[in-house]
């Protein structure tokens, strides 16, 4: 994941949301220091259909903290950007998962007949077009 690094850099304070039940460190579903009514973004290097990301804002906002923003790497344009709006959280992304495809192509990195394949595994929400789906860039 791209947030110690990130949150060492910018010497910022770093919480992270276990999965229920994990039972490990402290406990807690919420480790890590900050103030509670803090404002809080949340760094994840991929979103999907964003079930994640809107379980950890969910256990963020029940611990007293604010959440209104995800930055990810990639959008994989799964619904995830839906996902998060319906929960009051924005998504940006630094790329999708069709810019990225675009990109590897252009370089010749990947054999059309792969594009196809990650293009086909892509959700509903994309039938509308990639440009349509593609939303506020970080």
Not at 37 to 50: A, E, P, R, W
Not at 61 to 69: I, L, P
């Amino acid at each position: 994941t791209i947030s110690s690094p990130l949150a060492i850099m910018l010497k910022k304070p770093m919480m992270y949301v276990r999965k229920e039940g994990e039972g490990r460190g402290t406990g807690r579903l919420v480790e890590g220091d900050s103030r509670k009514g803090s404002n809080v973004l949340i760094i994840d290097d991929m979103v999907s259909t964003g079930s994640r990301v809107v379980r950890a804002a969910d256990a963020l906002r029940k611990g007293g903290y604010k959440v209104t923003d995800v930055a990810v790497l990639v959008d994989r344009l799964e619904g995830g950007r839906e996902s998060l709006s319906s929960v009051g959280v924005e998504l940006h992304s630094y790329t999708d998962i069709v810019e990225m495809m675009e990109s590897m192509r252009g370089s010749k990195r990947v054999r059309d007949s792969q594009i196809a394949a990650v293009l086909k595994q892509m959700s509903p929400h994309r039938g509308q077009g990639p440009s349509k789906a593609r939303g506020k860039r970080a």
